[in-house]
Nanobody, 120 residues
């Protein structure tokens, strides 16, 4: 069994920063791509940023230059540093991981979500 546990959400003002963390635990052979998605009320879930096992990041155009994704493979953890936050960044943020539990078993996993609210 594998679990992804997120932390770091909260209520901040426009221009502030937040750092989200997501730790994977359980029977893990290796972690492939890790990512952050978000879903605002009434909207579809969208990819915010992803990072491969080779530490190659990709970002949505809406967050480029403001958000930074990183990972600590020794801790099975992915981070999302969010700077210059805007009200339109308000959403529930979900962690995603493509995890191999053995050489032959690989599956996608999601965290429970953490609320980020940007408001003055």
């Amino acid at each position: 069994q594998v679990q992804l546990v997120e932390s770091g959400g909260g209520l901040v003002q426009p221009g502030d920063s937040l750092r989200l963390s997501c730790a994977a635990s359980g029977t893990i052979f290796s972690i492939n791509t890790m990512a952050w998605y978000r879903q605002a009320p009434g909207k579809q879930r969208e990819l915010v940023a992803e990072i491969t096992s080779a530490d190659s990041p990709e970002y949505a155009d809406s967050v480029k230059g403001r958000f930074t994704i990183s990972r600590d493979n020794a801790k099975n953890t992915v981070y999302l540093q969010m700077n210059s936050l805007k009200p339109e960044d308000t959403a529930v943020y979900y962690c995603f991981a493509d995890i191999s539990r053995s050489t032959w078993y690989r599956s996608d996993y999601w965290g429970q979500g953490t609320q980020v609210t940007v408001s003055s």
